[in-house]
């Protein structure tokens, strides 16, 4: 994979103190899998009783360990759940060998752990095509599980990262009326990120005690309005996975009716999904689009999703050039209703375009100057309708182009 040499620009100041979830340890280990020496494997050990729960990408080449995972989640257990993550290398598209990969992995985790195969869930992500040397990443099983620790969760995702330029972590602590819970995780992603569930790998974790079939619930509901919000490249993995653990621990119980909970939920997979945009492979900018006024909400999000995967609205944002047009172009190519005469469109807090043509108060330097912020709102209004969707890019650099043309050597 390409070297990377230096952090995003966008990136946070540090990674943020993981509370210690209660039912849940970490341990990680540098296996070989692609690189010696690099730290690429992470072990997660949840106490039994713990409920999983997931949402997957819908790839028609997704990988073995998607497959396998999407078979055992929503399965009725009693029992513990070790999840086990490497980089490096995806293993997928990899055949029948693949699958046995995964089944000689989750054997091993649970011998180790004292777990049923059944509860042991595995991502990988890296290259795409190579087989999976699993017999390095077994012989390290003992080193793994003797390491575990309920502190190391930022070690952990570190192991995962691939491009990525810094770990990404969030956490919160929520007040309910039967006690106090908290909630931590960690993501990566970089590059091949497009809403086709999210595009990336996302562990998160709780100590509150949710039945499997709310906590499912609440995490595809979520995840809908945020990793699939989401786009770097318009590229969909092969790797994608979200899985959350709910160890019970606290003995607070939640329900769908605790909006608190839900709410900070929703905080957290914002939170690692914009930062997972930040770290987009070159990115220098942070790029909100909100759709209004279109006839419906799908509608508005295939607005959105059009402006936030066009190359040439993308290199414009790369170049600090407010090139409205490319803006108009997106809407008119995506397909969805519009009409000329009703679009409003603005960079920021400036109004660009109205009416059919560029607003008469509109000056270029005004524009130019929100182009230069890292941060930046593209704003359109379709003008027919109530229908309203917001999604998160990144600009289209020449970084971008080199990480790329360099992944595999």
Known sequence: MAKITSVSPLAPASFPALPVIEGVRFASVAAGVRYAGRTDVMLTLLAPGSAIAGVFTRSKTRSACVRDCQAKIGQASADGAAILVNSGNSNAFTGAAGDASVAAICTAVAEATGLPAARVFTSSTGVIGERLPHERIVAKLPELHGALDATKGEEAARAIMTTDTFPKGAAATVALPGGTVRIAGFAKGSGMIAPDMATMLVYLFTDARIAQADLQAMVSAINERSFNCITVDSDTSTSDTLLMGA??????????????????????????????????????????????????????????????????????????????????????????????????????????????????????????????????AISVDIGLGTGAATVWTCDLTHGYISINADYRS
Not at 275 to 297: I, L, P, S, Y
Not at 302 to 321: C, F, Q, R
């Open 247 to 376: 160890t019970g621990a606290s003995g607070v119980t939640v329900t769908p009716a605790d909006t608190a909970f839900a709410d900070a939920l929703e905080t957290i997979f914002l939170d690692l999904a914009h930062q997972v945009v930040k770290d987009g492979e070159g990115a220098t900018k942070f790029v909100t689009v909100r759709v209004t006024g279109a006839e419906t909400d799908a509608d508005a999000r295939t607005h959105a999703m059009a402006i936030a995967n066009s190359p040439l609205v993308k290199t414009a944002i790369a170049g600090e050039d407010p090139n409205w047009g490319r803006i108009v172009m997106a809407i008119g190519k995506s397909g969805a209703a519009a009409e000329r005469d009703a679009l409003t469109i603005r960079f920021g807090d400036v109004l660009v375009a109205e009416k059919g043509w560029v607003s008469p108060d509109y000056k270029e330097a005004d524009g130019a100057a929100i182009m230069k912020q890292p941060e930046i």
